[in-house]
């Protein structure tokens, strides 16, 4: 079985300031990774995903994360976040079998002018 | 190209009435997923279907829901007496792949139970 904590559950930065986004994992087999991010009223939009390989992964809107086994953690990372940036973002993971996805329960990201 | 549609976008209901939720996924997808996303929280699986076969319903929360795609494509989450506890956005997912590793999501359905 999987789980995931997200260790902040809100988030207030400045426009233009960095973000970083804590996401850690727990499980027993190997696993897949995503973030999602939920707006108001809507669904939930793939930001990124780490399947394999490079453990730096790019995604949209100049979000990346780093895949660390060792610490089993998937942060995720913006240089410079915008207005619009805020909104709700998911970690969530997946054995590599396929499956079910296993969410955090979110961060609310609150960017401030 | 289209993503995955659900409808109604909104639903109200009265406690112990049944309802019917849509969910239409990308074309072409094999894999369809149901979410339960209560207020303030993280989505919950619900149940898990390649084509037409349901391979995992463990996250069923009771007898009183039940989903179906039984032709592959478009599926349909029936709750029966519907409970305020059932309040929530459904949400449905389809990926293109078996077995499946990305997921779509529609825009959910919000299911208030009056």
């Known amino acids: 079985a999987q789980s995931v904590t997200q260790l902040d559950s809100q988030v207030p930065v400045f426009e233009e300031a960095p973000v970083e986004l804590r996401c850690n994992y727990s499980?027993?087999?190997?696993?897949?990774l995503f973030w999602y991010v939920q707006y108001p009223n809507q669904g939930l939009q793939l930001l990124l995903k780490y399947l394999s390989g490079s453990t730096l992964v790019k995604g949209i809107n100049g979000f990346e994360a780093e895949f660390n086994k060792s610490q089993t953690s998937f942060h995720l990372r913006k240089p410079s976040v915008h207005i619009s940036d805020t909104a709700e973002y998911f970690c969530a993971v997946s054995g590599v079998w396929g499956g079910k996805l296993i969410f955090g329960q979110g961060t609310e990201l609150s960017v401030k002018p | 190209g289209a993503g995955v549609s659900q409808s109604p976008r909104y639903k109200v209901a009265k406690r112990g009435q049944d309802v019917a939720l849509r969910c239409d996924p990308i074309?072409?997808?094999?894999?369809l997923f149901w979410y339960q996303q209560a207020l303030g929280q993280g989505p919950e699986f619900l149940t898990y279907?390649?084509?037409?076969?349901?391979?995992?319903k463990s996250g069923l929360p009771s007898d009183r829901f039940f989903a179906e795609r039984p032709e592959g494509s478009v599926s349909t989450l029936k709750i029966q007496r519907t409970q305020q506890e059932d309040s929530a956005v459904y949400l449905c997912?389809?990926?293109?792949?078996?077995?499946?590793?990305?997921?779509?999501f529609g825009p959910g359905t919000r299911l208030t139970v009056l």
């Open positions: 074309s072409g997808h094999v894999s």
């Open positions: 997912a389809s990926s293109p792949v078996e077995p499946p590793d990305t997921q779509y």
């Open positions: 499980s027993s087999v190997s696993v897949y």
């Open positions: 279907f390649q084509n037409e076969a349901q391979l995992d």
